[in-house]
């Protein structure tokens, strides 16, 4: 027997909003165990994952030659205590993953890197409240932080909805099903 999965309407509730901040309360912080996953994935295949969609999401600045400044220098984003994280490079027209440390290091936390990308608070907002904070090259950084916030791009993390959605078990089903007399 199969069990009813939650309504995407459900997951916007107050008692699944109260749930979630218990679990994050009470839970320990999922970052030493994301370090330990990140430092165990290659190279290689964090470049196949991220490579194709970060050059998907900023093709029309990168064609509009905004990433131009960044030509040949490397920038790491890392969540707080170190990992996991990601060192982005810009070579031959293209957003690369690398491996090792960047010449500027953007620092924050989960919720902080999500606001950013889905773009729920100002960058500069971000910086200010110190939930990212620039580290290294400080000009290589804030010229990154100018970038995000004068191109027009657009992430929705919203992992469920966008996977229920699409499931078979959510389409509606006829009402009216008879069988043909004859």
Known sequence: MALPLPSIASLNSPIFAQTLSVFREYLPSPVPMLGTIDRSIPVPLKQLVAEAPLNRIFAQAIDDGEF?????????????GGQPGITIGFWSGRLRVIDGPGEATI???LSAFRS????????????????????????????????????????????????????????????NLRKSDG
């Open 68 to 80: 131009d400044e960044f030509e040949g220098r490397r920038i790491r984003l890392e969540v707080n």
């Open 107 to 109: 620092r924050g936390s």
């Open 116 to 175: 950013l990308a889905e773009r729920q608070q100002d960058p500069d907002q971000l910086f200010f409240q110190r939930r990212l904070v620039i580290e290294g090259d400080t000009e290589l950084g804030l010229h990154l932080k100018n970038l995000l916030d004068s191109v027009e791009w657009r992430v929705k993390i919203d992992y469920l909805s966008t996977r229920f959605k699409s499931r078979p078990w959510r389409q509606s089903k006829p009402k």
